[in-house]
């Protein structure tokens, strides 16, 4: 999934959990009802950035150029005057994602952006590389990803052994003999 136009004016490319397609496809089918409703009564385009107005006079109006979370109200545009659907406010979105904390009981503000540092530490706990976790983040610098490694505590007795990984210490342990290329290749390194 693109995001355009994050913090600072970045665009940043994410994943959508397969939990959530389904219900994310049901969604985008209301929005683009919504939005056929809006062109049939004249207002169902929406602003376009930098020159792109100038250039695709019609651009603001087809599907692909919509905002994928539409205001609940109708406004007025205050560079073109026209009609149209803004995209729902941040400031909205912030006040619904600190009511649902408060909701649940939790002693901490929480915010948009809390999902983030969520998702940025939870990639770090499943171990995977911290140049990935820049990417997903869109951090020009891996210094800003690391950040995130100081909340996970595991300090320097957290390494654990590949055999526990895969499986197969114990059956090392059953063995009466030990596998000799195994001694053989430990005395030539």
């Known amino acids: 999934m693109r995001l355009m136009d994050g913090q600072g ?11 959530l397609i389904l219900p994310f496809q049901e969604d985008l089918s209301r929005v683009k009802r ?19 107005q100038r250039k695709y006079p019609r651009a603001g109006r087809l599907w692909i150029r919509q ?25 909205g979105v912030q006040r619904a994602i600190s009511q649902a904390g408060r909701t649940a009981g939790l002693t901490k503000r929480i915010s948009c952006h809390t999902f983030r540092h969520s998702f ?5 706990q499943q171990d995977y590389d911290i140049r990935t976790v820049q990417e997903l983040l869109g951090h020009n610098d891996v210094k800003t990803t690391r ?13 654990h052994s590949s055999l526990d990984e895969i499986g197969c210490s114990r059956n090392l342990l059953r063995l009466s003999e030990p596998p000799r290329t195994l001694f053989r290749w430990a005395d030539e390194h």
């Not at 004016?9 to 939990?19: A, F, I, K, Y």
């Not at 979370?69 to 995209?87: E, K, M, V």
């Open 34 to 52: 919504l939005h056929v409703q809006g062109l049939a009564k004249g207002y169902g385009s929406v602003y376009l950035p930098f020159a792109l």
């Open 147 to 159: 950040i995130y490694s100081h909340v996970l505590n595991r300090g320097k007795l957290a390494v």
């Open 120 to 124: 940025a530490t939870y990639l770090l």
């Open 9 to 19: 004016l970045e665009d940043r490319v994410t994943m959508l959990p397969g939990s």
């Open 67 to 91: 905002y994928r979370f539409p205001s609940n109200r109708l406004s007025r545009d205050p560079r073109t005057r026209t009609i149209g659907r803004h995209h729902a406010s941040e400031r």
